[in-house]
C-alpha cells in the first residue's frame, strides 16, 4: 500500500494499489495514478506529514456520492429563486438560514422591526412545503397557550367523559416565535424541552413534534422594557443567532417599489418533508478531515478564559498556548462543546449547498459569528468600551490563521 501525497493539500495517506482513498481536503487520491509521486515514509519530510494527518483514515462515503450532493446543491438554488420572488436582499440572512435547517437546527433572527423577518420565515416555509405556525409571545401566554392541553369531552354514543389532547401551535414543521424574549420563563421553559426533546409534556404523557421541526425565533434588539431575556441555556440550544440588517439603498427601492403594487408574488413548493430529512441525512454523513475539526475547536477553546489550546491546529497536542489577552480582559464566559458541534455541522451544511463533499477551514471561519456571538458572555470592561461579541468572533479570525499549517505565531 503505497503512501500518495495529495496535490491538493499536500498530505501524505495510504492508498491502495488498485483503489482510491478520500483526502481531507475533498480530493480522491488514487494508488494507479502515476503522476501523483511515492513519498518515501523515512524521511523527514513525511514524517511531519504523517504526523499532522494519520494514515490509516477511513472516511465514510456519502451514499450516492456526487448525485446526492447535486440533488441538495439544486433544492438549495430553487429555494433561494422561490424565496427572491418576496425578498429583496439579504443574501447572507437566506443562506444562514437555509444552512441551519438542513444542519438540524434552530435560528435566533435579531433585527429591528419593519426588516421582514417574519415575512422571511413564512416564504421558507411555503417553499419547502412545510406545515407553518406562528405565535407571538407575550407576556401573558401559558406554556399550555404554545403546547397544547387536555379538554373533556363526551362521547355521544357512550356517553363517557374523556380527556383528548388537542395540539398547541408547536406541532408544525416550522414555529415562528415572533419577539419570544417577550414571554416569561416559564413559557421559555416549554419551549426548550421542545427544542431540545423535540416533544412536549403534557398532563405526564409526552407527545412527538413532527420532523422535521424548527423554532425560528425573533428579538427587537432596541426596545427592552417588559422583556424577559433568555436564559443562557435556551439561547445555547439556537444553532444560530443571525443578525438582520438595514438594507442596501437600490434593495430598499426594490422593496418598496414591490410592496407598493398590487403584485403578490405565488411561492412555488420546492421541498418537501421527506426530501428535509433526506437532505439532512445527507449533511450529516459529509466526511471531515481531523485537522478542520480541531480548527473549530480552536474557535471554541480560544473564547475560553484560561483554557489552553493544543497548536498547531492540525497536529497532536505537544505543547500548548494561552488565550489572547482580549478574551481574558473582555471575556466572562466562553462558549461550550455545543458551539464546536454546531461549528462542524454547520460547516457541514455549507460545504454541501456550494455543491462540494467535504469541509474546508473556510467554512468554519463563515459559519463562526452567528454560532459563536449568543455564546460569548462579555464583562463589564467590554460594556464600558463598547465591545460587543461581534468584535470578539473578529478578533479570534483575525488571529487565527485561514490554513491550519502555519506555525508562525500570530499577533493578538
Known amino acids: ?189 416549554a419551549l426548550l424541552e421542545a427544542m431540545q426533546e423535540r416533544q412536549v409534556t403534557v398532563g405526564g404523557q409526552r407527545h412527538k413534534l413532527p420532523d422535521p421541526f424548527f423554532v425560528l425565533a425573533t428579538q427587537n434588539p432596541i426596545e427592552q422594557e417588559g422583556t424577559y431575556p433568555l436564559p443562557e441555556a435556551q439561547q445555547d440550544r439556537f444553532m ?21 403594487s398590487t403584485h403578490v408574488p405565488r411561492i412555488d413548493r420546492v421541498l418537501s418533508a421527506t426530501d428535509i430529512l433526506e437532505m439532512q ?3 450529516r454523513k459529509v466526511p471531515v478531515a481531523p485537522y478542520v475539526i480541531r480548527y473549530a475547536m480552536k474557535f471554541t477553546r480560544l473564547t475560553r478564559k484560561g483554557s489552553r489550546v493544543a497548536t498547531p491546529v492540525g497536529a497532536p497536542a505537544r505543547g500548548a498556548a494561552d488565550v489572547p489577552d482580549f478574551i481574558r480582559d473582555y471575556v466572562t464566559w466562553g462558549a461550550g462543546p455545543r458551539a464546536s458541534q454546531f461549528l462542524i455541522l454547520a460547516a457541514k451544511a455549507r460545504a454541501v449547498l456550494h455543491g462540494r463533499y467535504y469541509v474546508s477551514c473556510e467554512d468554519v471561519r463563515a459559519v463562526a459569528p452567528p454560532v459563536l456571538r449568543h455564546r460569548i458572555i462579555t464583562n463589564f470592561n467590554a460594556e464600558a468600551e463598547g465591545i460587543k461579541p461581534d468584535d470578539i468572533v473578529r478578533r479570534l479570525t483575525e488571529i487565527i490563521p485561514r490554513d491550519p499549517s502555519e506555525k508562525a505565531e500570530a499577533r493578538v
Not at 7 to 27: E, F, T
Not at 240 to 255: A, C, H, K, Q, W
Open 1 to 189: 500500500m503505497p503512501n500518495i501525497r495529495c496535490k491538493n493539500c499536500g498530505l501524505l495517506m495510504n492508498v491502495p494499489l488498485d483503489g482510491r482513498r478520500l483526502c481531507g481536503c475533498g480530493a480522491w487520491l488514487s494508488g494507479e495514478e502515476p503522476e501523483q509521486a511515492t513519498v518515501a515514509v523515512n524521511t523527514p519530510e513525511a514524517e511531519d506529514v504523517l504526523e499532522a494527518a494519520p494514515a490509516e483514515v477511513n472516511w465514510p462515503r456519502i451514499e450516492g456520492d456526487l448525485s446526492a450532493i447535486e440533488r441538495l446543491n439544486d433544492g438549495y438554488r430553487r429555494i433561494r429563486k422561490e424565496m427572491a420572488k418576496s425578498i429583496v436582499g439579504q443574501e447572507r440572512v437566506l443562506e444562514e438560514l437555509l444552512i441551519a435547517i438542513f444542519a438540524r437546527g434552530h435560528c435566533l433572527l435579531v433585527g429591528v422591526p419593519g426588516l421582514a423577518k417574519t415575512l422571511m420565515i413564512r416564504t421558507l416555509a411555503d417553499s419547502l412545503s412545510l406545515s407553518f405556525s406562528r405565535v407571538q409571545f407575550t407576556p401573558d401566554l401559558m406554556p399550555s397557550d404554545i403546547t397544547g392541553t387536555e379538554v373533556l369531552q363526551e362521547d355521544k354514543t357512550t356517553g363517557q367523559r374523556l380527556f383528548k389532547f388537542l395540539h398547541g401551535p408547536l406541532f408544525a414543521n416550522v414555529v415562528l416565535a415572533d419577539e419570544i424574549n417577550r414571554t416569561p420563563p416559564k413559557t421559555q421553559a
Open 240 to 260: 444560530f443567532n443571525i443578525m438582520v440588517d438595514y438594507p442596501e439603498e437600490e434593495e430598499e427601492f426594490r422593496i418598496v417599489e414591490m410592496t407598493t
Open 281 to 283: 441525512d445527507i449533511v
